[in-house]
Nanobody, 117 residues
Framework: QVQLVESGGGSVQAGGSLRLSCAAS????????MGWFRQVPGKERDWIST???????RYVDSVKGRFTISRDNAKNTLYLQMSSLKPEDTAMYYC???????????WGQGTQVTVSS
């Protein structure tokens, strides 16, 4: 059974930093793409970043230069380093794992990030 568990969320002031972690189990983590999404109440879940098995990374424009996705395959853990946080980054953050088709199929329970001005 695949399980993704996020941690590291919290409350910070604008300009601060947080590092989110996503620990994977029951899943050959290193074989699939992984990503981060976020969602605010009443809105759809938005994609933020992807880490592919080829080592490439992609970001939505709004976080480029501020967020960094990384993965530690030995620890089956995905990270999202967030810097220069803004109030508009406030959201529930979810990690997700792809299936063999490259479709995001597995989801964590989310971790809340709140950025105050």
């Amino acid at each position: 059974q695949v399980q993704l568990v996020e941690s590291g969320g919290g409350s910070v002031q604008a300009g601060g930093s947080l590092r989110l972690s996503c620990a994977a189990s029951g899943y050959t983590y290193s074989s699939y793409c992984m990503g981060w999404f976020r969602q605010v109440p009443g809105k759809e879940r938005d994609w933020i970043s992807t880490s592919t098995t080829a080592g490439t990374t992609r970001y939505v424009d709004s976080v480029k230069g501020r967020f960094t996705i990384s993965r530690d395959n030995a620890k089956n853990t995905l990270y999202l380093q967030m810097s220069s946080l803004k109030p508009e980054d406030t959201a529930m953050y979810y990690c997700a794992g792809c299936d063999a088709s490259g479709v995001y199929r597995y989801w964590g329970q989310g971790t809340q990030v709140t950025v105050s001005s």
